[in-house]
């Protein structure tokens, strides 16, 4: 060990060299309420980015689970096709996965094609039927907001068949099961209600989308007097907290298929009962760190 280095260790230091004042007993609670307030800073701040995130899981996070009564509409539709004299299985509820509707569950028409478009005696074709689907949106998880209005949508994959809805013989239902009449978005909407609304016309190969509501979501402006919607047609946050029966909503569609010619085919009239419950999800910790906590 260098002999400089040895004095400088042993208190033989340096004139130049400067260390630091002991602590003194008068320094120790100016340390302490130093820590103190970073303490209270930091529980503050933690505070803030807690609600916050608390309140983007409310805007954008999914609470609620809209549930289709798959059952309920499947039965229906092959009971009311029995009676019409086709084969129950001309009615079935898939999960998804037909494009352009994309992954929620719709209903799907398998109608055979009018007579007049059957092969010759002399060409044996097996018979080809035509492929008509719907479907209603929302559903599954959505978060805990208002439902604007009721997407429906409809493809028309058959030959010469015509899907026709005819929308005042609609209607939506809400938890007591108190029906109101089903009200078309439509560009420059009318101002009577009272006046009959024009039904909706799918030929083949054709695809309809369109945004439904009910009639009491309506009302006038005081000062323009111009109909405008006031109210969702689904108030999420509002039947989240009901029980059970009470979570329910149902759009009743209301369809003809008809063919073009009226040789060889009859009209197929037909009541699709789109029932949905609203499921509400466990609530979680909005900060991810947390909720992987809770989970272990």
């Known amino acids: 060990m260098p002999e400089a280095l040895w ?20 320094h120790r609670p100016r340390m302490e309420r130093d820590l103190l307030i970073l303490t209270v800073y930091f529980i503050c701040v933690g505070y803030v980015v807690y609600q916050m995130a608390l309140s983007i ?23 009311q096709l029995v009676r019409q004299g086709f084969a129950e299985t001309a009615a079935e509820v898939v999960p998804g996965g037909i494009e352009p509707l994309g992954k929620a569950a719709a209903l799907r028409l398998v109608v055979p094609e009018p007579r007049s478009l059957a092969p010759p005696e002399n060409r044996p ?25 009721l997407t429906v949508q409809v493809i028309n994959q058959s030959r010469a068949l015509q899907v026709t809805i005819d929308w005042d013989r609609s209607s939506i239902t809400r938890m007591n099961n108190e ?27 054709q695809f ?25 047609a689904i ?27 009226d040789r060889g085919g009859r009209p197929v009239m037909l009541l699709l009962p789109f029932r949905f419950a609203i499921e509400p999800l466990p609530a979680k910790a909005a900060i991810p760190l947390v909720n992987w906590i809770l989970k272990r």
């Open 7 to 26: 004095l400088w260790a042993w208190g033989d230091r340096p004139s130049n060299c400067h260390l630091p004042p002991p602590l003194t007993p008068s």
């Open 57 to 79: 899981e409310e805007e954008l996070e999914d609470q609620v689970v809209l549930v289709p009564d798959v059952a309920s509409l499947e039965s229906s539709l092959r009971s």
């Open 125 to 149: 074709e097996p018979p080809q039927e035509g492929q008509i689907v719907v479907q209603v949106l929302p559903q599954g998880p959505y978060p805990l907001q208002p439902v604007v209005g």
């Open 179 to 205: 029906i109101r009449r089903v009200i078309r978005h439509t560009p420059g909407m009318r101002l009577d209600l009272a006046l009959p609304q024009v039904t909706s016309v799918v030929n083949p190969n």
């Open 208 to 232: 309809l989308s369109t945004v439904v509501t009910s009639e009491d979501c309506f009302s006038r402006s005081a000062d323009t007097q111009v109909l405008q919607q006031t109210s969702p």
């Open 235 to 261: 108030n999420i946050p509002k039947m989240a907290d009901l029980k059970a029966p009470l979570r329910n909503y149902s759009l009743d569609l209301v369809i003809q298929l008809k063919p073009f010619s």
